[in-house]
């Protein structure tokens, strides 16, 4: 399965196969895609210096050029891979901001080193589970909008990307997203 | 909620954002008309859309990266050119930095504030740190060297670079045993008694901040979130408020952590934590994993871990680290020094050390075999139960404490160097205790029959023992009276300081000699004092008593003779003497270049007052430039929040005032005056000056409701600050009525008059040219109610004042004369008038393009008189002169 999945071939099949309306086929593909963007993301979230917000919509595209074989592929396949890689890009950045306040309620070494940085970190990584949480809720009431949500702030996608993805127009997307980041600003403020 | 709901909520809110803010209401409870439930959900979406946090203004992963810096490595900043990393802080990182500008090689560690972390709180903490290490001149704290912005606009400053290790590391690598442990240990608290006596407390000792050296020498590190025992703590409680995340809780004592208060005890229960983690290993409890109320909870109640506690296999491990005995470990751990890291470890910190002296002798003691000494209880107990009955009294107390510790720690250094007189000298130590402990014995509620008893009324009852007690230990008592003198004027009871002082001195030239460092030292005490009293006379006196000292003590340069040059220079520019003032103050200016360097704040402060004397003497331009100058030097090396900068942008605006450039004048104002409030507090006597500066500005410009509003501002402070006799409330009394008068309210004015003569007359008589003022003023109301007799009374006298006791070419010697010729014209003396005008004149010619309101004022009356007296040339001639002018 291994050696079958890595292949750009694999990855491009499973694509076509989920276009083509296999649903199930995104629960194979998915991890693949996690794989790959974890690596690529431990080593933006470690690196020192800091370009901003290119990193994960360059992150995208790259596990794109890397997974997908771009002869036999089309705009739909990219749709699919993109929305999938928001899902993996989700899953990645909550497991760290767990891990990271694991990090401090297990070790005395960070409370050594307890500073003013560490304490904005910690609190951003906080807003992250309380908006995973919120954006759950959100799927309930709107699921495009929950989409938007995770393409935008989870995988970096312009608007125009996403209006590609989500197969909708682009003035839709922005409403969309401002009504969803208004109502998530509120249950950060009220959850944090 | 449901779907069907969320989708309504959708349609409304799209439509809402689309049209104008302030409309939306009307046009939402107009759509949920009786859904008042949808509409709050609206309306706080709304508002949400109004307010959104930074992490949805960004994108996921840049919120969770680790570093959110940019690298400096291999950039310029300034001088300096990165070269890597050091450490991460919690509002900068440190560089190490070389000098590159090829003059000398110098490695330095540079600090620079984070990036995002540069609001103006942290700013200000930063350029704190810089101000504190300014202060601190000592082999074992890092240097601080210079400052400015990096290219990108962070404040940054350099300091000394140390290559070494933290205390505990040094120690297990080289596998120090527990004597030498213990020096290092005693270099410390050397270092923070030095730091203390300087008021400043370090808030932050962990090994982490207590480096040693490759060669053994310790250095103290980050003061990052170090204070000013002398003023008021407001910014502790945030440090621990915000999150606790500035200070660092293992090492932290228990009030900082439940109260954000640091003291010089926090300081020794920090030092007792390092030292025990020096001794055993580890700290004295096991916080691992806890959070901040744990943590508080456990150091509060809990005993810390005995030295002792410990069990065989990790001893013999120990000992074979440290080429020990286990048995002589065992020894130490269960010996005295278990009682000595147990008091600087005890959760009241009445019952901690009372000073880091006692701590270090206690240390000394220890490491000389002595027993370890018995702190006095008593009078812990005392102050202790008295700070809680009086909680303003504190600080007053602090101060108290500190001089205390000034003293007992000469008398260790004399305990540790002359062995013969040791006993004698802790003999000296232990009297002074007694006496402070007899001092809050008096604030015991036992013996004042439960009246409450102010720090003030300790200090006097201090006072007063003192003038019986001690006759025959003339030395104590001199230090003590001059410890007690220090402590008032610090709380500004300048006339009780006064007969303390003098007689300290007095006790002192008859014990050492004129020529002493204690009658020096005792002397300058005493000039302050007469500078605040505004007794110039008597200060000067007392600078050129200092100056002679310095002199026969030391040969050459030296920053005292520096100093006295310079002192003596300000009081007579002061006393009017611009010509000596001039003259002293570049021998100063001098001597200073070559014992400091060009930049440095000794050579900043000679700068800038050349630049006063400059004023003083109406060389406009050239004292403009002169502050200037200072004003960089001064900002390079202290940042732009500190008093000293503030103090440049007061004489920038002054000039610019005189120069009549009204605008540039009130923007210099307006800055020192926001930087006064954030420094000093809105009614500090700083502030006083800022809003006396501009409300004369505001009155120069015809702006008379604001002038007035600035100038009650002043006074009423002043009044609060100063006491109401105080000379500096004279001169506003005097400016606020010279608004009234401008504004035709004469009744008003002559009240306020009024009121300034009698302060200026009761006070010390050099200060009798500024009487002129209020004196010309009352001769202005009379004059504009026809008293012309009485009227000249005061003119003449006005004018009597400011020709002796200023320099001849003063054009307010002139502006007298004007004001008086104007009077006597109505009482017909016309030969006189004219003698005035003219010699008034003949000043503003010396001052060409000077001054020219004035000057036409002299012109204008010159027209009239020789209209009056019908000579038509001189007339013509004058009026002429005021056309060219205009």
């Known amino acids: 399965m291994d050696n079958f999945a890595n292949s750009e071939n694999a990855v491009t099949l499973m694509l076509n196969q989920i276009t083509e309306g296999q649903a199930d086929v995104v629960d194979q593909l998915l991890p693949v895609v996690y794989d790959d963007l974890q690596k690529m993301a431990h080593n933006q979230l470690r690196r020192e210096r800091a370009d901003h917000t290119l990193n994960t919509t360059a992150l995208v595209h790259e596990a794109y050029l890397k997974l997908v074989d771009q002869k036999n592929t089309n705009w739909k396949n990219r749709a699919h891979f993109f929305a999938i890689c928001a899902q993996a890009m989700r899953r990645i950045l909550i497991n760290y901001a767990k891990s990271r306040l694991a990090e401090k309620r297990g070790s005395g070494e960070i409370l050594a080193t307890f500073n003013e940085d560490i304490f904005i970190r910690e609190t951003r990584a906080e807003e992250m589970l309380i908006l995973d949480e919120a954006l759950d809720r959100l799927t309930q009431l709107n699921e495009r909008q929950s989409k938007v949500v995770e393409l935008r702030f989870f995988a970096g996608l312009t608007q125009e990307e996403i209006a590609e993805v989500l197969n909708v127009s682009v003035p839709t997307v922005r409403l969309d997203w401002r009504l969803a980041r208004a109502w998530l600003s509120r249950e950060i403020k009220k959850n944090l | ?886």
């Open chain 2, 1 to 886: 909620m449901t779907k069907d709901r969320w989708d309504k909520i959708q349609t409304l809110f799209e439509q809402a954002v689309t049209i104008e803010p302030a409309e939306r209401k009307t046009f939402l409870e107009q759509k949920c008309a009786g859904d008042s439930e949808l509409l709050d959900e609206l309306l706080s979406l709304l508002q949400a859309d109004e307010d959104i946090p930074d992490i949805l203004n960004g994108i996921a992963i840049d919120s969770l990266k680790l570093n959110e810096n940019p690298d400096l490595e291999g950039k310029q900043i300034g001088a300096y050119r990165i070269l890597k990393k050091i450490a991460d802080g919690g509002m900068g990182s440190v560089y190490l930095a070389e000098r590159s500008d090829g003059h000398f090689e110098r490695r330095v560690a540079l600090k620079v504030i984070k990036k995002g972390l540069d609001s103006e709180q942290v700013i200000r903490r930063f350029n704190r740190e810089r101000q504190i290490l300014a202060r601190l001149h000592h082999p074992n704290i890092a240097r601080l060297y210079d400052g400015g912005l990096t290219p990108d606009g962070r404040p940054y400053f350099t300091m000394e670079y140390i290559s070494g290790l933290p205390i505990n590391k040094y120690c297990d690598i080289h596998k120090l045993n527990t004597t030498l442990r213990l020096k290092l240990m005693l270099n410390v608290l050397e270092t923070i008694s030095y730091a203390h006596r300087n008021l400043i407390i370090h808030r932050d000792l962990k090994p982490g901040n207590i480096f040693v050296t490759d060669d053994g020498k310790i250095k103290l590190l980050d003061f990052g979130i170090a204070r000013l025992l002398d003023e008021k703590d407001e910014e502790s409680s945030q440090l621990t408020q915000a999150g606790h995340h500035i200070l660092t809780p293992e090492y932290a004592a228990p009030e900082q952590l439940k109260s954000g208060m640091a003291s010089i005890s926090s300081d020794i229960y920090q030092l007792g934590v390092v030292l025990f983690e020096l001794l055993k290993g580890n700290r004295p409890f096991d916080l691992t994993g806890k959070s901040i109320n744990e943590i508080e909870n456990i150091i509060s109640n809990r005993l810390p871990e005995k030295l002792s506690d410990i069990d065989l296999q990790k001893i013999s491990e120990m000992a074979h680290l440290r080429h020990q005995s286990v048995r002589d470990l065992k020894k130490l751990f269960k010996s005295d020094l278990e009682k000595i890291t147990a008091k600087a470890l005890n959760p009241e910190a009445g019952l901690r050390y009372l000073t880091v002296d006692a701590f270090f002798e206690d240390l000394t003691n220890f490491m000389d075999g002595k027993p370890v000494k018995a702190t006095n209880a008593t009078i812990i107990y005392r102050i202790k139960k008295y700070a809680k009955r009086h909680r303003m009294g504190l600080s007053v107390v602090s101060i108290l404490l500190i001089f205390i510790i000034g003293l007992s720690s000469f008398y260790t250094i004399q305990l540790a160097f002359e062995r013969d007189k040791a006993q004698a000298e802790a003999e000296k130590a232990s009297q002074i205790a007694s006496f402070m402990s007899g001092l809050f014995e008096i604030a015991d509620p036992g013996q004042t029959r439960g009246e409450d008893i102010s720090a003030l009324e300790l200090l006097d009852r201090g006072a007063k023992n003192l003038t019986s007690e001690l006759t025959d230990q003339p030395e104590i008592k001199a230090a003590l009276l001059y410890t007690i003198a220090n402590v008032y004027i610090n709380l500004g009871k300048y006339d009780r300081a006064e007969p303390l002082i003098k007689e300290s001195l007095a006790l002192r030239k008859n014990l050492f000699g004129i020529n002493n460092e204690e009658v020096s030292e005792t002397l300058s005490t005493l000039n302050k004092l007469y500078y605040e009293l505004g007794k110039y006379d008597s200060s000067e006196v007392t600078i050129r008593q200092k100056i002679e000292i310095s002199k026969s003590l030391h040969h050459g340069d030296h920053p005292d003779l520096a100093l006295g040059y310079n002192d003596l220079a300000w009081i007579l520019l002061e006393k009017g003497d611009y010509t000596a003032a001039d003259s002293l103050n570049n021998l100063s200016l001098n001597m200073r270049k070559r014992l400091f360097g060009y930049e440095s704040i000794d050579v900043a402060e000679s700068i800038n007052n050349q630049g006063s004397v400059q004023y003083a003497m109406s060389n406009l331009d050239s004292s403009l430039k002169l502050y200037r100058e200072s004003l960089e030097i001064r900002k390079k090396l202290l940042g732009n929040d500190h008093p000293l900068v503030i103090q440049n942008y007061g004489n920038l605006g002054l000039v610019n005032e005189e120069k009549e450039q009204y605008a540039v004048a009130d923007s210099f104002y307006s800055m020192a005056l926001k930087m006064n409030i954030r420094l000093y507090g809105p009614e500090s006597p700083q502030t006083a000056w800022s809003y006396q500066d501009i409300s004369r500005s505001k009155g120069k410009q015809k702006k008379y409701g604001e002038a007035l509003q600035a100038v009650r501002r002043a006074n009423m402070i002043r009044k609060k600050t100063l006491g109401k006799d105080h000379i500096l409330l004279a001169y506003t009394y005097d400016y606020q009525g010279d608004i009234f008068l401008l504004t035709e309210n004469l009744d008003s004015a002559a009240i306020y008059y009024n009121k300034s003569i009698d302060i200026y007359r009761n006070a010390d008589s050099s200060t009798w040219v500024y009487l002129a003022s209020p004196l010309k003023g009352m001769g202005s109301i009379l004059m504009k109610k026809g008293k012309y007799s009485e009227a000249e009374k005061y003119l003449r006298e006005a004018l009597t004042l400011r020709e002796k006791y200023l320099p001849p070419d003063n054009y307010v010697i002139a502006r007298a004369r004007t004001a008086l010729a104007k009077c006597i014209i109505n009482l017909k003396n016309y030969n006189e008038a004219e003698e005035l005008l003219q010699s008034a004149f003949s000043i503003y010619e010396k001052i060409p393009g000077e001054y020219n309101q004035s000057r036409i004022q002299t012109l204008e009356t010159l027209v009239n008189l020789y209209a009056l007296l019908r000579n038509k040339e001189k007339s013509l001639l004058y009026s002429n002169l005021i056309e060219n002018l205009k």
